[in-house]
């Protein structure tokens, strides 16, 4: 009867460290899965979240810059990017134009500045040749990866950005004339 007993209660702790076991790995997955459903996007481990997008795209519509969500998000990509690449020749100052359009944003977030700062740069034609350099070689070893919600990201030649987010044609969509 010892024996029996004894047995019982092994089992019961070997089931019940499995389920603290299961319980911890859904818990751990669960917190993974979550970061992932809220990321915009993720460059380089490094996430942008859809709360963050959601704002500055906001913020952006109210001060009447209207940039679409899937802009917001490609000008976020590229930041991290662009500031790696001019940290060899002291970065870039925003400029006038940037602060115009910050000081239009009473509340703007820190993502909101981040945004227009990109976009101040990347259209203010002071990127050198070697800048560019620089931020393609960051953008080719960067590991990308883009809410479907947002789109697909899209590698070009066109600059400054050299990449497109945003939604591509289905292939079941075919052109006028079938092809």
């Given at each position: 009867m010892k024996a029996t007993s004894v047995r019982a209660r092994s089992s019961?702790?070997?089931a019940a460290a499995a389920l603290v076991v299961l319980g911890a790995v859904t818990l751990l997955a669960g917190c993974g899965?979550?970061?992932r459903q809220q990321g915009a996007a993720v460059v380089n481990g490094e996430?942008?979240?859809e709360d963050q997008v959601e704002e500055t795209a906001q913020q952006l519509h109210e001060a009447k810059f209207n940039f679409p969500e899937n802009i917001v998000v490609t000008a976020l990509v590229a930041s991290p990017l662009l500031q790696n690449a001019l940290?060899?020749?002291g970065g870039w100052q925003p400029d006038a134009t940037a602060a115009s359009a910050i000081a239009a944003i009473p509340d703007a977030t820190d993502t909101t500045k981040e945004f227009i700062n990109t976009v101040?740069?990347?259209?203010?034609?002071?990127?050198?040749?070697k800048d560019l350099a620089r931020y393609r070689e960051n953008l080719d070893?960067?590991?990308i990866?883009?809410?479907p919600?947002?789109?697909q990201l899209v590698r070009s030649e066109e600059p400054p950005v050299f990449f497109t987010i945003g939604q591509q044609r289905p292939n079941w969509i075919l052109a006028p004339g079938g092809e």
């Open positions: 019961k702790r070997v899965f979550e970061t996430v942008i979240h940290s060899d020749s101040a740069l990347l259209q203010s034609g002071q990127l050198t040749e070893k960067a590991t990866t883009v809410n919600r947002f789109g």
